[in-house]
Nanobody, 127 residues
């Protein structure tokens, strides 16, 4: 059974750093793309970053480019989101997702039906 588990969320002050971890298990195939998404209270889900797991191409939302970095450790089936210089607007529930078989990275705008999703981890940035 496919399972994505996020960890590393918590509270951090403006300008601080945080590292989120997405651990994948139960896949019968290797997802070509894994991404991080976030949803703040009262707002829609926003794509944050994604990584092409076959070639390491990365994609970022304009709002986080230069501050967040997505990376992976293939030996551990883990994908990371390094968040630095965080701002209060980064406060949200962060979820990771993996594209279904035969789908490929095209950026950070994904259809919910095209991926498997984790439950999310809360990130709160205080001013």
């Amino acid at each position: 059974q496919v399972h994505l588990a996020e960890s590393g969320g918590g509270s951090v002050q403006t300008g601080g750093s945080l590292r989120l971890i997405c651990t994948a298990s139960g896949f019968s195939y290797k997802p070509n793309c894994v991404g991080w998404f976030r949803q703040a209270p009262g707002k829609g889900r926003e794509g944050v970053a994604s990584i092409d797991t076959s070639g390491d191409m990365t994609y970022y939302a304009e709002s986080v480019e230069g501050r967040f970095t997505i990376s992976e450790d293939r030996s551990k089936n883990e994908v990371y989101l390094e968040m630095s210089n965080v701002l209060p607007v980064d406060t949200a529930k962060y979820s990771c997702a993996a594209l279904r078989a035969d789908m490929y990275c095209t950026g950070v705008v994904w259809s919910p039906d095209h991926a498997y999703w984790g439950q999310g981890t809360q990130v709160t940035v205080s001013s």
